[in-house]
């Protein structure tokens, strides 16, 4: 169970790291390379992309930060 939940934890942090330079920032980032785009700002406004985006990161946040909850309890 340990070694799943490992395994699931290495893949939760590579799509979070992927999903966070994404987002444009300042300079427009990584995110302007693949057509993301500026928007009003990081909750509200922009495009359908960037809240779709927003809300990726935060589901995958929540799972990043409950799967180590579990890790931690279980060792």
Do not use: Y
């Amino acid at each position: 169970m340990t070694t799943i939940l490992d395994v699931v934890q290495v893949f939760l942090c590579v799509v979070l790291v992927f999903l966070i330079l994404m987002h444009s920032g300042k300079d427009s980032g990584l995110s302007g390379a693949f057509g993301v785009g500026t928007g009003a700002g990081p909750f509200g406004g922009g495009s359908l992309v960037e809240r779709n985006l927003n809300r990726w990161t935060i589901v995958f946040a929540i799972a990043f930060v409950l799967n180590t909850i579990v890790l931690i309890k279980i060792s």
